[in-house]
């Protein structure tokens, strides 16, 4: 390794027990508390992401889809797709028939039915210690007291209030700025 530690930079990251890394720091720290307390890596994962669903929501959320592949020692990998599915009455013919014969990406008919949730309660019914409620409560509680926004996501949150003011109910949007508490 050649780094030069006199100058800002980072240095890999080592563990024995245990290590959880997102684009978030408090997500990283939700999953770190989990496995602290005795949950396994699923629980850390699925609490991991509630939190960045919360923490930054213009990246990820619970209105997306989840793939999984889990892999333990002598056992076959573990996958689910939890990409979100098409609604109950969207057909082919359907669309052709409303004259649609190609979907715009920011079109209605391009949305799918969210699968993320799902997928977080059959990760955990299949492979983790923890029930929902207690993965998703670091999440819950970051949603319900605040959290201090980054600099990097009050950055990218005010790139869009322009393009979210558009809609009602986002015409009180209060700009963000680096260290404020969002709630």
């Known amino acids: 390794m050649s780094r030069d530690f006199h100058l800002p930079g980072r240095s890999p990251v080592i563990a024995c ?3 959880a890394a997102t684009s978030h720091p408090l997500a990283s720290a939700a999953a770190m508390e989990v496995l602290r307390d005795g949950g396994n890596a699923a629980d850390a994962a699925v609490t991991a992401v509630a939190v960045l669903c919360v923490v930054e929501p213009h990246m990820t959320g619970i209105g997306g889809d989840c793939f999984c592949m889990i892999a333990k020692p002598g056992a076959p990998v573990w996958g689910y797709n939890g990409c979100g599915r098409a609604g109950r009455a969207a057909s082919i ?7 649609h014969h190609t979907i715009a990406p920011d079109s209605i008919h391009a949305v799918t039915v969210p699968g993320a949730v799902d997928a977080w309660a059959a990760i955990l019914a299949a492979h983790g210690r923890y029930g929902i ?3 998703l409560a670091p999440a819950i509680r970051y949603a319900k007291d605040g959290f201090p926004v ?9 790139q869009m209030v322009s393009k979210l003011r558009q809609f009602r109910c986002c015409a009180a949007l209060p700009a ?4 404020a508490r969002a709630r």
């Open 17 to 19: 027990e245990g290590m």
């Open 93 to 99: 013919e359907a669309l052709l028939a409303q004259g």
């Open 133 to 135: 409620d207690r993965a």
């Open 150 to 158: 980054a600099a990097r996501i009050a950055w990218d949150w005010s």
């Open 176 to 179: 963000r700025r680096h260290g």
